[in-house]
């Protein structure tokens, strides 16, 4: 079982380091999101460059978990969820310079139970609405994925994943966190 698990982990990872938001930027409109603005794909290319950056961002975490899931059962998933959202904040493909791990997030929690990702995406709305601040919500509802697993799940390789989703989340937010 190890070399599956490896393997989940190598494939989380090489998955989670693709970066929807570069690939399209620099293939598909000819520019850099890395040296526009903030880096951010919605903020700096518009919403849609940002949906589908949303999307394929989300899409690499199904995809991941759901190898994982092939080849490991639960602890792969596990391993793949944790890997391809550690891809995407450190890409070995772009410089290990990558997101705040959100789009993933919002993968492992669906993929943990919906009910953990709806209770997120409902913590996520309100303080959206309180807030109108995208980082202070993200936060937040990676809190509620990490309260909210253990609620719907007794799995403790599951449990685990949600507060290493909730850690890694705020660990990527630290420079919003020291701002706010």
Same mark, same amino acid.
């Given at each position: ?21 570069? !690939? ?18 919605? %903020? ?14 989300? !899409? ?57 990702? !709806? ?10 609405? !309180? ?47 020291? %701002?706010?």
């Amino acid at each position: 079982m190890t070399v599956r698990y490896l393997a989940c982990l190598a494939l989380g990872y090489l998955i989670g380091s693709l970066s929807v938001s570069i !690939l399209i930027s620099k293939y598909i409109l000819h520019q850099d999101v890395r040296t526009l603005g903030s880096g951010n794909a919605a %903020r700096t290319l518009g919403p849609r460059v940002g949906a589908l950056t949303l999307l394929g961002d989300f !899409l690499k975490g199904i995809i991941s978990m759901l190898l994982g899931s092939w080849l490991g059962g639960t602890t792969g998933l596990a391993i793949a969820g944790a890997a391809c959202m550690i891809g995407h904040c450190f890409p070995i493909y772009f410089g290990f310079k990558g997101g705040k791990a959100v789009a993933t997030a919002v993968a492992v929690a669906l993929m943990l139970d919906w009910r953990v990702f !709806l209770s997120a995406f409902a913590v996520f709305a309100v303080v959206a609405a !309180l807030t109108r601040t995208a980082s202070v919500s993200s936060m937040a509802a990676s809190i509620a994925v990490a309260a909210m697993t253990p609620v719907f799940t007794k799995n403790p390789v599951l449990i685990s994943l949600g507060i290493f989703t909730c850690l890694l989340v705020l660990l990527m937010h630290r420079s919003n966190i020291r %701002r706010l």
